[in-house]
């Protein structure tokens, strides 16, 4: 597992600390980062000779990277013309997703490797390309580095693990080891994402699971919850309550659900019934949402289309409220 993915320690039980004692446990894992940088001076020194040296020979330097690390990276390239006086266009900041997402996240924006090459068109032979990835995974960012090689641009790596995807595309790598992350609950630091969010909406239990750590508990747990097993490829997602099961595939392949006896199972799109207790198999494509209803009795129940269709009013819309969600 990646050091940045690792449970801290000493940040375990933030969740039980006062205001105080939350700080102090920070602010000691802060230092970690400036121990961090002091113990990779050897290749920042390097780094920076090759920075001078092709800026003194006309070049520019890019930094590219993709969500937080992308965004200080461009911090970085706009301080640049204010605080030395040089011009904008010598030191450029290059985000994953284009401009918006400097105010907005996109968090799958960092595994779009044909955008890192595209997003270098204008890196030339003679420039240096530093590319930001705090996990080392960043396909966006390992495409970028490739593609600026390609073009006779010198690469520059920065992460905070070892033998990581955008090492192997780079001229030089800077490792700050900064360790596992000061843990704020629920979130997990190579993605930014949520840990997990749970989600009521009336009847309706919605799950999201941002790491594929907590995957397979969170959906053991919703599962019983919704009184049925569920076994799915990683990284899918399960929607789930006493009356319906919903599958959506993040990837292609072979799904395995077993709903319990005393129910009827009634796959919505493709209008069919299966036996109480039956193993289901489903061969999903990328992308595919399959939805089950959980009926007491066979008996074909109104069409989702038809329940859209009846007028919101009362007790009513909230039923209706609760099915368009499924949907979407």
Request: hydrophobic residues 40%.
């Amino acid at each position: 597992m990646l050091k940045t993915e690792m449970r801290n320690p000493h940040t375990a039980h933030i969740d039980k600390m006062s205001t105080m004692e939350m700080l102090e446990a920070i602010n000691r894992e802060n230092y970690n980062a400036v121990r961090a940088v002091e113990e990779a001076s050897a290749e920042i020194a390097k780094a920076i000779d090759m920075i001078t040296e092709a800026i003194q020979n006309g070049h520019r330097l890019f930094y590219i990277g993709a969500g937080t690390s992308g965004r200080l990276g461009v911090l970085d390239a706009v301080e640049c013309p204010p605080t030395y006086g040089v011009p904008p266009e010598l030191v450029v900041g290059i985000l994953a997703g284009g401009e918006k997402c400097m105010f907005r996240s996109s968090e799958g924006a960092e595994d779009a490797e044909e955008a890192g090459i595209r997003d270098v068109a204008e890196v030339e032979e003679g420039d240096v390309i530093v590319g930001i990835s705090v996990a080392g995974g960043a396909a966006y960012v390992a495409g970028a580095l490739r593609e600026a090689k390609r073009k006779g641009a010198k690469a520059i790596a920065l992460t905070c693990n070892e033998n990581t995807k955008i090492e192997k595309e780079a001229d030089l790598t800077i490792i700050t080891d900064t360790g596992a992350e000061a843990t704020v609950l629920g979130r997990f630091c190579n993605t930014k994402l949520p840990a997990f969010v749970i989600k009521e909406c009336g009847d309706f239990t919605s799950v999201f699971c941002g790491t594929k750590l907590l995957q397979g508990e969170v959906i053991r747990s919703i599962a019983h919850f919704a009184g049925c097993h569920v076994y799915t490829e990683e990284n899918d997602v399960l929607y789930a309550n006493r009356n319906f099961i919903t599958i959506h595939a993040a990837r292609a392949g072979r799904k395995h659900i077993r709903l319990r006896e005393c129910c009827h199972p009634y796959e919505l799109y493709e209008e069919r019934f299966y036996d109480p207790g039956e193993a289901i198999t489903l061969e999903m494509a990328e992308g595919e949402t399959k939805m089950f209803a959980l009926l007491q009795e066979k008996k074909k129940p109104v069409l989702l289309a038809d329940v859209m269709n009846i007028p919101a009013a009362g007790e009513q819309e909230g039923k209706v409220a609760v099915r368009r969600h499924l949907i979407l």
